[in-house]
Each structure stands twice: as structure tokens, then as C-alpha cells.
Nanobody, 117 residues
Framework: QVQLVESGGGLVQPGGSLRLSCAAS????????MSWYRQAPGKERELVAA????????NYADSVKGRFTISRDNRKNTLYLQMNILKPEDTAVYYC??????????WGQGTQVTVSS
């Protein structure tokens, strides 16, 4: 069964940190370009960070540069998002996405991140 399962979300105070994980199964993880997206209430889903299939290149939305780090472990079929210096505006549901060379996309179910005091 092809699936992506996110975990690690929760409630954190401003300035705090969280590490999201995305476990992949049912497809060749190492051949897929991986991304994290987020969607806040009433807003469009937006790209947060992306990483190549080998992990040697990544890019970030301007709003998270210097605070978030995307990484992957192809031996464990897992994608990560380390989030530091969290702000209330980072509150959203975070989704993991896989895309192959043909453009086929796989989405996870999402994990809620809430930044609040």
C-alpha cells in the first residue's frame, strides 16, 4: 500500500522547536523528490521546503529560511522537518508530499502544528 504517514506535530510555545517525520511505504522512496507543505485555516496550501531524491539539494519558503531544515534518510524511507524558533504564524496542518519523475504525487494525511502561548 502506497502511503505517507506524518508524525511529530503538536502544541508548542513561540520560540520552541518541533521535529516532524514522514514515513514512506509502498513505493521507491529514494527515487522521489520530497516536500513539506502546510495549510493554515482559511489559506491556500503552501510549499514550505523541498529536497531532491538524493538529499543533496533543498530549498525553502522565504518565511522559514534559517529556521526550518528539511532532511531525509533513504535507508529508513523517512523525511524530516526540523522546525526551530517557531512563530504563531507557523500554525498549520503540515503535509508530506512525494513526487516522481513523471509528476505523480502522493500526499500524507497531515499533522497539526500549533504555536501558541
Amino acid at each position: 500500500q502506497v502511503q505517507l504517514v506524518e508524525s511529530g506535530g503538536g502544541l508548542v510555545q513561540p520560540g520552541g522547536s518541533l521535529r516532524l517525520s514522514c514515513a514512506a511505504s509502498g513505493f521507491t522512496f529514494s527515487s522521489h523528490f520530497m516536500s513539506w507543505y502546510r495549510q493554515a485555516p482559511g489559506k491556500e496550501r503552501e510549499l514550505v521546503a523541498a529536497i531532491t531524491n538524493t538529499g543533496d539539494n533543498s530549498n525553502y519558503a522565504d518565511s522559514v529560511k534559517g529556521r526550518f531544515t528539511i532532511s531525509r534518510d533513504n535507508r529508513k524511507n523517512t523525511l524530516y522537518l526540523q522546525m526551530n524558533i517557531l512563530k504563531p504564524e507557523d500554525t498549520a496542518v503540515y503535509y508530506c508530499n512525494a513526487r516522481n519523475a513523471l509528476g505523480r504525487r502522493i500526499w500524507g494525511q497531515g499533522t497539526q502544528v500549533t504555536v501558541s502561548s
